[in-house]
Nanobody, 125 residues
Framework: QVQLVESGGGLVQAGGSLRLSCAAS????????MGWFRQAPGKEREFVAA????????SYADSVKGRFTISRDNAKNTVYLQMNSLKPEDTAVYYC??????????????????WGQGTQVTVSS
């Protein structure tokens, strides 16, 4: 069982930066692929980024490539999402998720077993 708690969301102007954190509980965190998703009002939850258990492999949505960076610190049971050059269209609730199936770098919400409660990111124009 893995429990996830996101933090770091807030209000920022376009062009600004935020760093989201996701603290995980559970001894098996280091073997899980971790992902970030987001959901804007009236829209489906969409993939943002994912990172393998070792941190060696990452995947990004085209809309955030070059602006967002996912990373993890297994010693701290934490995964991060550094968001730079934020745009108003990045406004959403951001969710951290964990996939217990070893080796997969999923991009669909259905591939993840555990979810945090989400943190709001609002980018003003």
């Amino acid at each position: 069982q893995v429990q996830l708690v996101e933090s770091g969301g807030g209000l920022v102007q376009a062009g600004g930066s935020l760093r989201l954190s996701c603290a995980a509980s559970g001894r098996t965190f280091s073997t899980h692929t971790m992902g970030w998703f987001r959901q804007a009002p009236g829209k489906e939850r969409e993939f943002v980024a994912a990172i393998s258990w070792s941190g060696e492999r990452t995947s990004y949505a085209d809309s955030v490539k070059g602006r967002f960076t996912i990373s993890r610190d297994n010693a701290k049971n934490t995964v991060y999402l550094q968001m730079n050059s934020l745009k108003p269209e990045d406004t959403a609730v951001y969710y951290c998720a964990a996939d217990s199936r070893f080796g997969r770098l999923g991009v669909r919400p259905t591939e993840y077993d555990y979810w945090g409660q989400g943190t709001q990111v609002t980018v003003s124009s």
